[in-house]
T-cell receptor, first 116, second 112 residues
């Protein structure tokens, strides 16, 4: 596709449910990032992939959060046993390069998660 | 102390005004400085990218970096209603992690 595609755009989950958020990056982009954006806040880094390798997961807030990119393209962010504090917009971004200085980050429109 | 601080505003200006948006950062290891624009319910999009102290101009937008003061600014000249959005500063450094650290964002409204 022309841009980064995320699905679902909106997800309502009951507390304790598991959710899976999907990201389709721009074709050929090597780097893929997940960010969490709470209401009224800037995006906060969650995790980074270079191709299929997860090189940085230091931003994942707990072991309930898990991300994968098994074939180096599509990525899934999974949240187990959702809590109310997980309510946020989850943004996926991709870039062609492998360093912060090598290319623009292209963001998707995000998946808005509401946990009741 | 947060790695990057940004005044969240909100900021409301009349059409045609000059807008100044600012961020400060705490770690001199950061080498790359960006401004992203985010419209409501959309993802951020890159406006300006720079890695050196000084000014960088692109149309009505000027990004300014002062590494000695750890201070970055974005100026918008002749502001338009279509500039109404949230503006996010972002900083990055090479090596270790490729993540960007974002400010909280400043919500700007340009009134016609």
């Amino acid at each position: 596709g022309a841009g980064v595609s995320q699905s679902p755009r909106y997800k309502v989950a009951k507390r304790g449910q598991d959710v899976a958020l999907r990201c389709d990056p721009i074709s050929g982009h090597v780097s893929l990032f997940w960010y969490q954006q709470a209401l009224g806040q800037g995006p906060e880094f969650l995790t980074y992939f270079q191709n299929e390798a997860q090189l940085d997961k230091s931003g994942l807030p707990s072991d309930r959060f898990f991300a994968e990119r098994p074939e180096g393209s599509v990525s899934t962010l999974k949240i187990q046993r959702t809590q109310q504090e997980d309510s946020a917009v989850y943004l996926c971004a991709s870039s062609w390069g492998t360093g912060v200085n090598t290319g623009e980050l292209f963001f998707g429109e995000g998946s808005r998660l509401t946990v009741l | 102390q947060k790695e990057v601080e940004q005044d969240p505003g909100p900021l409301s200006v009349p059409e045609g005004a000059i807008v100044s948006l600012n961020c400060t950062y705490s770690n001199s290891a950061f080498q790359y400085f960006m401004w992203y624009r985010q419209y409501s319910r959309k993802g951020p999009e890159l406006l300006m990218y720079t890695y050196s102290s000084g000014n960088k101009e692109d149309g009505r937008f000027t990004a300014q970096v002062d590494k000695s003061s750890k201070y970055i600014s974005l100026f918008i000249r002749d502001s338009q209603p279509s500039d109404s959005a949230t503006y996010l500063c972002a900083i990055g450094r090479q090596g270790g992690s490729e993540k960007l650290v974002f400010g909280k964002g400043t919500k700007l409204t340009v009134n016609p």
